[in-house]
T-cell receptor, first 112, second 112 residues
Framework: SAVISQKPSRDICQRGTSLTIQCQVDSQVTMMFWYRQQPGQSLTLIATANQGSEATYESGFVIDKFPISRPNLTFSTLTVSNMSPEDSSIYLC?????????FGQGTRLTVV | GENVEQHPSTLSVQEGDSAVIKCTYSDSASNYFPWYKQELGKRPQLIIDIRSNVGEKKDQRIAVTLNKTAKHFSLHITETQPEDSAVYFCAASINNNNDMRFGAGTRLTVKP
């Protein structure tokens, strides 16, 4: 099984600021995924992070608001920019290896 | 692209009863259907999966069935226990394709 380390686990941020979330996978994976989830609710895919190319964003999400980096096959970051209280949520990264999806432990973000 | 629908969104059963969660998918090319369990405050984890070359798979108290013609698959939990209480997600993907799409989730509550 793959192990994904995600940090920070939680943060409280002021509106208007930005937060960068990091995910480290213990093995190389082709694509990594970033999700947003309200506690106990559905997983909403934000974007797919490809190594060596720009991330692919889902409808309703844009690069200016959620810039993503993917410098190598084991690491990715998601930045939540110019935050507002509506961005308060849990953010999860994920990677697929041999068809199984593995998730980071999540980042609980509160914007005040 | 693939669209996965999941029902019901919430399910409450008495301990010892069975629980059934159903999902439909839209892309007939999908051939891999995993189920994930997410306990409160934790990351989603794979509990069982099924590939399109079989119609049913069982692992102790949980089983999955797949109807390729109708493009739907189901999770069955028998003899439910309070520790089965969690949010369950179905998903669909095409083998060797990293595009895995999740259903909206089902919050299962098992009452003691």
């Amino acid at each position: 099984s793959a192990v994904i380390s995600q940090k920070p686990s939680r943060d409280i941020c002021q509106r208007g600021t930005s937060l960068t979330i990091q995910c480290q996978v213990d093995s190389q994976v082709t694509m990594m995924f970033w999700y947003r989830q309200q506690p106990g609710q559905s997983l909403t895919l934000i974007a797919t992070a490809n190594q060596g190319s720009e991330a692919t964003y889902e409808s309703g999400f844009v690069i200016d608001k959620f810039p993503i980096s993917r410098p190598n096959l084991t690491f990715s970051t998601l930045t939540v920019s110019n935050m507002s209280p509506e961005d308060s949520s849990i953010y999860l990264c994920s990677a697929i290896r041999e068809t199984e999806a593995f998730f980071g432990q999540g980042t609980r973000l509160t914007v005040v | 692209g693939e669209n996965v629908e999941q029902h019901p969104s919430t399910l409450s059963v008495q301990e010892g009863d069975s629980a059934v969660i159903k999902c439909t998918y839209s892309d007939s090319a999908s051939n891999y259907f995993p189920w994930y369990k997410q306990e409160l405050g934790k990351r989603p984890q794979l509990i069982i999966d099924i590939r399109s070359n079989v119609g049913e798979k069982k692992d102790q108290r949980i089983a999955v069935t797949l109807n390729k013609t109708a493009k739907h698959f189901s999770l069955h939990i028998t003899e439910t226990q309070p520790e089965d209480s969690a949010v369950y997600f179905c998903a669909a993907s095409i083998n060797n394709n990293n595009d895995m799409r999740f259903g909206a989730g089902t919050r299962l509550t098992v009452k003691p």
